[in-house]
């Protein structure tokens, strides 16, 4: 049956400011793919991440690129072999699986035998910024049991300890993207251990991270930048602990199971992450983050508001998508 391509950009404010390493930003800017029938509609979301060459216009003209193929019958599977990893085929396989479940009358998580679904515990974040600020931050979220705090500049071991004074009750993840170096990677997982951190994410450039291989891991390391397909993870072993597994680099929940299952073969931990962006992203990322190690799905939690419907967070407790919203 043919399929119709329709397609929004939508930008979702942020409820103050979002900073990592690399910079600051106070809105979500996303690509919205709907496909039609004719008589049933599945939706999927994107987020284009500058990081990977990737922007709204290149995300869309890619989207719209495969409006044909689609239009002829091309399935979740033809899609793997007609584009690459990344936003722009997330938001087609999501929208796919969506449309899919619409037309069978059957949840996603039904069709791949994962029901039921559970209540999740998401990590919640701290923002990159000077150490004051960020252990009030962190401070505020001291009830949360899981908090990831986004480190990666001068005087991290600082960071580290305030932040983990601030919440002492509270598992912590650092999250540097790529904003550490070999010359302070052993001082700041020294620092991580010292004040009980659970996991460092990306802690090197991606590419430029070998001495990963050779020192200790006090602390587990996971995989991010790193990590974007199963076809990655073979070169990650002795380097990484753990894998993180975005639907935005994988290009689809269809890549993200594959991998998942791949990186449990070869003995990886498992995080599920996101980028900013609404609860139509998250829903495709509850699947794969049941079977998880650590969850970080709170993008919706950073924005100003939600799409409707949305996914219900109670605290750090994340529901199952309902079927309005997606699958």
Known sequence: M??????????????GTFSISRGAKTEAAIVLCILTDGTYTGRGECVPYARY?????????????????????????????LIGAGAARNAIDCALWDLEAKRSGKAVADIL???????LTTAVTVSFGDAHTMTASA?????RPLIKVKVGGDNDAERIRAVAEAAPSSRIILDANEGWSDDNIVENMLAAAKAGVVLIEQPLPAGKDAILAEIPHPVPVCADESAHGTDDLHMLKGRYDTINIK????????????????ARELGFGIMVGCMVSTSLAMAPAV?????????????????REDRKPSLRFEGSRLSPPE?????
């Not at 639907?247 to 791949?262: F, S, W």
């Open 2 to 15: 043919a399929i119709r391509v329709e397609l929004k950009v939508e930008r979702w404010p942020i409820a």
């Open 53 to 81: 060459g990737e922007s709204i216009e290149s995300v869309c003209a890619e989207i719209e690129g495969l409006s044909g193929a689609l239009m002829n019958g091309a399935s979740r599977d033809d899609l793997q072999g």
């Open 113 to 119: 035998g994962l029901s039921p679904l559970r209540t």
């Open 139 to 143: 401070r505020a979220l001291s009830d």
């Open 247 to 262: 639907l935005d680099k994988t290009g689809g929940l269809t890549e993200a199971l594959r991998m998942q299952k791949r």
């Open 287 to 303: 699947l794969v983050a049941q079977d998880a190690d650590f969850v970080d799905l709170d993008g919706p939690l950073i924005l």
């Open 323 to 327: 079927p309005e919203l997606w699958g």
